[in-house]
């Protein structure tokens, strides 16, 4: 074998490991994105479950205090506005902050209506709303996991090295409140 075949087996060597490693660093990126894609239809589906449950919430309340028109009304906006949201997950958040805050509010008028407080109607959704307030931060949790893995991919080096030049870009994480608050336990002793 000739130095000149040497020297050309090395070099294709090089450039077929060097294609052969930005293949690799270039799915892997995929792979993050498309998992945050995924987790993000995770949130997107419990979000909606709240949604769906919010109008059923409204009704049972508007049955035992009328007079709380303008609350139920701005759970209404709220939920309307965060319904129609599809921008970056800030935008979202936003909008979900302001629905978690008019149901807040909804809860807390709630407290003043005890034979609401006591139907079983109302208990039985407001089990619901707990329920879902849980999946959705599960959903959240699960999300932003994913962000932070797919980021750390974008900007480290080397990754980063084609992450940039690919057109890959970092994420929003997806940070809201629970609608519902859980008080510890207390504990005797």
């Excluded at 707990?130 to 932070?148: C, K, L, M, P, S």
């Amino acid at each position: 074998m000739s130095s000149t075949t040497i020297v050309i087996i090395v070099v294709f060597s090089v450039v077929f490991l060097l294609i052969l490693w930005v293949a690799f660093i270039y799915n892997a990126l995929v792979r993050g994105r498309n998992h945050c894609d995924e987790a993000w239809s995770g949130i997107d589906t419990e979000l909606k479950r709240r949604y769906d449950l919010i109008p059923n919430l409204v009704s049972t309340v508007k049955g035992y205090a009328a007079h709380e028109r303008e609350t139920m009304e701005r759970v209404t906006q709220a939920r309307n506005t965060a319904v129609d949201s599809h921008g970056s997950p800030a935008s979202q958040a936003r909008d979900e902050n302001v629905l978690v805050d008019s149901l807040k509010r909804l809860l807390a008028v709630v407290e003043s209506y005890p034979d609401l407080k006591a139907s079983q109607n109302f208990l039985k959704l407001q089990q619901e709303l707990v329920n879902t307030e849980d999946r959705i931060q599960r959903a959240r949790r699960f999300y932003n996991g994913n962000v932070r893995d797919y980021n750390n991919r974008v900007q480290v080096i080397p990754s980063a090295l084609i992450a940039r030049p690919f057109g890959f870009k970092e994420r929003e994480f997806f940070e809201i409140e629970s609608a519902v608050e859980r008080a510890a336990p207390a504990v005797k002793m």
